[in-house]
């Protein structure tokens, strides 16, 4: 008798269905409830925008009458003539005094201070220096008011510039301390290394080696200081009292009447207030991101 040997293919046949590939192609879904998201944040953002900007260009007179989302018939630049007339130029000046003034030793201060910290991690002291940096971040500006009124009054430079100058350095340190270590936690260290054997000293290696480097990270926190100070109201609110030291944000008060406020005046003042910042926001918005992006990406 003979026997004919039977072939079992099932189990290759499943296993190479298994492994063949699906032909059909994936179908992502819509994100229905992002977009719509998106648009109504975008709506959120732009109707005061577009509301300022129109006000700014309507007659006072004119402004309780009409529609407060519909533009003029008749624009009119009086409002921003009355604003330059106020002293606005004084204001602005001020202003880039204070901004400049501060951020600049800001920047350099916590850009030596963060290399430092990397650097010299095992040092107690340096350890304990980053603890203070870090304990600063955890401290709000309101809460220090009084103290760091009484400090300006002992120091005899309430009603200043420079009284605006040295607490705006203090609060702007421990954030920039934060984000340029991470970026020169980044730096590989056999470059420091490099440098080292080529007998540069610390000085010359932060300045030719880590500040080019981290550049992106110098611009970011030079961009968020510049417009946390820049838009400042606290602080000069409670360190001066003339007119003379009063900075943009500030000097809005001067269109508040007793009896009322010269809203479209307010709006025009505002433009022109946040001008500078635009164009601030438009030359560094591609660093800024960069830089917060790269700085925590890890």
């Known amino acids: 008798m003979t026997t004919t040997p039977t072939l079992t293919r099932g189990p290759h046949k499943a296993a190479h269905r298994e492994e063949r590939p699906s032909s059909r192609p994936s179908v992502r879904r819509p994100n229905w409830g992002g977009g719509l998201a998106g648009w109504l944040w975008l709506a959120i953002v732009a109707v005061p925008l577009y509301w ?42 001020n202003s880039v005094v204070v901004t400049a003034g501060a951020v600049v030793p800001a920047v350099v201060f916590s850009f030596m201070a963060a290399y430092a910290i990397v650097r010299g991690w095992r040092m107690r002291v340096l350890r304990a220096v980053n603890g203070l940096f870090l304990m600063g971040l955890a401290i709000p500006l309101q809460a220090t008011v009084i103290p760091v009124y009484l400090i300006i009054i002992k120091l005899r430079l309430y009603d200043s510039l420079p009284a605006l100058i040295l607490p705006s350095i203090a609060f702007a340190i421990p954030l920039s301390v934060l984000v340029l270590a991470n970026f020169i936690r980044d730096v590989p260290k056999e470059l420091f290394d490099s440098m080292r054997v080529d007998g540069a000293t610390e000085w010359t290696t932060l300045w030719r080696l880590a500040a080019p480097l981290t550049r992106p990270a110098i611009l970011t926190v030079t961009i968020f200081n510049s ?72």
């Open 52 to 93: 300022t900007l129109i006000t700014s260009f309507k007659d006072r007179t004119r402004y309780y009458a009409s529609n407060p989302l519909v533009p003029t018939g008749d624009p009119t630049l009086e409002n921003y003539r009355l604003v330059v007339e106020s002293d606005f130029l004084r204001y602005f000046l």
């Open 227 to 298: 417009l946390t100070i820049w838009n400042g109201f606290l602080l000069p609110l409670v360190l001066t009292q003339s007119p003379e030291r009063r900075t943009l944000p500030l000097a809005l008060w001067t269109f508040q009447g007793q009896y009322g406020v010269n809203v479209p005046a307010v709006l025009a003042a505002v433009v022109l207030t946040t001008l500078p910042v635009l164009v601030l926001y438009a030359f560094g918005r591609r660093q800024l991101l960069s830089g917060l992006t790269a700085g925590f990406g890890r």
